[in-house]
């Protein structure tokens, strides 16, 4: 039941941000009487849909949900009330919920008499909405930084040219990484070399994330393709206005963009999966700042040697043990190339 509350969950993948992907499952029994998830932020919230479908038959019957019921007034009205009213017996959640202005509904209805359990399936439940536990506990998104290289980990000609390194499969399974995120990043370097949009195209989906640009001193030109359609907020350290932009001022000493705060200020405006498309200069700076959790890192057979630009640019590295160690999360074939996802 678990499982299928989960599956429900992974329904509201591409729209719930910047909500959790919630799913409900109520059972009598063996009986599944109500199933729910939640598609959208001021929409209704998982249990409201389930409760609705199972109307009398949720007497009694026991709810399973991937995050504990919340217990506030947010865009909708506390969901452990709801549960309260339909007389449920037992709510079983396989995490609390982070958030702490909709937590503790799980206190609140074992207060009232209802059994309430947490824990079953925790871990799958923490994945799937791994960038909503990361803005809730750490104050920033969940950072996850794709590169597509050459077996020898070449990323772009020497002038930074880079498009299309990998194969159609690879490019569409990207398209549906970067349909999850909140929000894709890049930098004025890959702004200039290859003027991308960023938006997703491979796949259907009703919203486009936020686009994102590192850019210190505003050069994005007027007319690159990545402002075209709006929704673009501009990372600067000096205020310039550039049209088809929120220009955001965050410096650091040095006189650049400020990274670290540039993570605290897309978390406050609700970003929890951030989608890193960028060149090698910021993603290492990126990966120095420790502003990255995960790579997705998309390789094809192919070779371009080592006058061709690297992955991650990275200083002072005079000792094999001050090299950045990742734990490898997946491995997979893609079209004829492969798919790795690491963690820091
Ligand atoms: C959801 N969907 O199915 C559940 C959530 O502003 P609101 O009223 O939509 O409340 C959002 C919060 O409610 C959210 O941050 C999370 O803590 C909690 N539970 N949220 O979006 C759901 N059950
Ligand atoms: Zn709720």
């Not at 949009?197 to 195209?201: D, I, K, M």
């Not at 200083?315 to 001050?322: F, H, P, Q, T, V």
């Given at each position: 039941m678990m499982a299928r509350a989960l599956e429900l969950a992974g329904r509201g993948m591409y729209t719930a941000t910047p909500n959790p992907r919630v799913g409900c499952v109520l059972v009598q029994g063996e009986t599944v009487v109500g199933e729910g998830w939640h598609e959208k932020a001021g929409g209704p919230h998982a249990e409201v849909v389930a409760l609705g479908q199972a109307g009398a038959q949720a007497a009694g019957a026991t709810v399973y949900l991937n995050l504990e019921p919340c217990n506030h007034h947010g865009r909708t009205p506390p969901c452990a009330d709801l549960i309260l009213g339909n007389k449920v017996r037992r709510v079983v959640a396989a995490m609390l919920d982070p958030n702490p202005q909709a937590a503790h509904g799980g206190a609140r209805l074992a207060a009232a008499g209802v059994a309430f359990e947490h824990g079953l399936m925790e871990a799958e439940a923490r994945e799937l909405n791994i960038g909503f536990f990361s803005r809730m506990t750490r104050g920033r998104p969940w950072v996850r930084m794709k590169i597509a290289a050459t077996l020898d980990g070449r990323t772009a000609l020497a002038d930074g040219r880079s498009q299309w390194i990998t194969g159609p499969e690879a490019r569409q399974d990207g398209h549906r990484w970067r349909a999850r995120a909140c929000a894709i990043l890049t930098g004025i370097g890959t702004v200039k070399a290859d003027d991308p949009?960023?938006?997703?195209?491979e796949i259907e989906i009703s919203r486009q994330p936020l686009r994102v640009i590192v850019d210190s001193r505003v050069e994005t030109p007027p007319n690159a393709r990545i402002l075209e359609s709006g929704n673009v907020l501009l990372f600067a350290s000096q205020k310039k206005e550039l049209k088809g932009a929120e220009v955001v001022v965050v410096t650091n000493p040095g006189g650049k963009v400020d990274l670290p705060k540039m993570l605290e200020e897309l978390a406050a405006r609700g970003i929890n999966e951030l989608h890193v498309e960028a060149g090698f200069r910021l993603n290492g700076s990126l990966v120095r700042e420790g502003c990255v959790d995960e790579f997705l890192i998309y390789l094809n057979p192919s070779l371009l040697g080592d006058e061709a630009q690297g992955m991650v640019k990275l200083?002072?590295?005079?000792?094999?043990?001050?090299r950045a160690r990742l734990k490898i999360a997946s491995l997979d074939r893609v079209g004829d190339d492969i798919r790795i996802v690491a963690r820091l």
């Open positions: 949009r960023l938006t997703v195209r200083s002072g590295m005079d000792a094999l043990e001050k």
